[in-house]
């Protein structure tokens, strides 16, 4: 049997060819544990995040799922490998569409995958495990609290029932309580479902409580 975990090996990645932010990093991320991950600001915690979300190609080394070597990263990440893996972003207005209610985007996942059978449902069983109902799911993303679009951009992450939830600094723009009700969300879905996370985060109070571990990155 494969190894069921997210590893990366050898990992160099960055955004100039020839001159990588991140370099031969070996990590491996556990179903039902939780890594935390530290670093000096430009150290390149995010650039290591995204190949490990599958959405940024690495320079060199070898990221796999469950045992399955990725082969193509982006939109060429075939469905079933994309779906075991989930990123939330510091910043939730910068990865939403605006426009979108907030129903829209927590379904995005499954309408890109055309998965619409029990769409809805789905859609309002995650909403309500995010602490979101009523009005608010028929709002657009432009009226609502940074708050209420990170816990709409959380029950985006969870609607395909990751196995992996790589979180980049998802609770730094937030205030204590909501950092606290996503926090205890995502804990509990990891509980319930066995998945892992990778915690980036400059909170060292938030990871001490949260994280199993936490490894540094230097530059
Ligand atoms: N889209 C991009 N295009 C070009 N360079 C980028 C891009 N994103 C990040 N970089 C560069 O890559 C390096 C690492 O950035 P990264 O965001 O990964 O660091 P970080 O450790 O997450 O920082 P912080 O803690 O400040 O968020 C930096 O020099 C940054 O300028």
Same mark, same amino acid.
């Given at each position: 049997m494969p190894p069921a975990m997210l590893t990366a090996r050898g990992i160099d990645a960055g955004?100039?060819?020839?001159?990588?932010?991140?370099?031969?990093i070996d990590l491996d991320i556990v179903p039902g544990q939780v890594v935390g991950l530290q670093g000096p600001s430009g150290c390149g915690k995010s650039t290591l995040a995204r190949v490990l979300a599958l959405i940024h190609t690495p320079d060199a080394g070898t990221v796999s799922v469950d045992g399955q070597t990725v082969a193509a990263y982006r939109y060429a990440t075939p469905r079933d490998v994309r779906a075991k893996v989930a990123i939330l972003f510091q910043q939730p207005r910068l990865s939403?569409?605006?426009?979108? &209610?907030m129903r829209d985007v927590i379904a995005e996942p499954l309408r890109a995958q055309r998965r619409r059978d029990g769409l809805a449902a789905r859609v309002e069983e995650v909403a309500v495990t995010v602490g979101l109902t009523g009005e608010l799911l028929t709002r657009?993303?432009?009226?609502?609290s940074d708050g209420q679009l990170q816990r709409a951009c959380l029950a985006r992450a969870l609607i395909t029932r990751p196995r992996y939830l790589i979180c980049?600094?998802? &609770? &730094?723009?937030?205030?204590a309580s909501t950092t606290a009700a996503l926090v205890t969300t995502l804990a509990d879905y990891c509980t319930a479902e066995g998945a892992g996370v990778l915690a980036i985060s400059h909170d060292d109070a938030l990871l001490t409580h949260w994280a199993d571990k936490v490894i540094l990155l230097d530059r």
């Open positions: 955004w100039v060819p020839g001159r990588p932010v991140v370099h031969d939403v569409d605006p426009r979108l &209610t657009r993303a432009h009226a609502v980049d600094e998802m &609770t &730094t723009m937030l205030d």
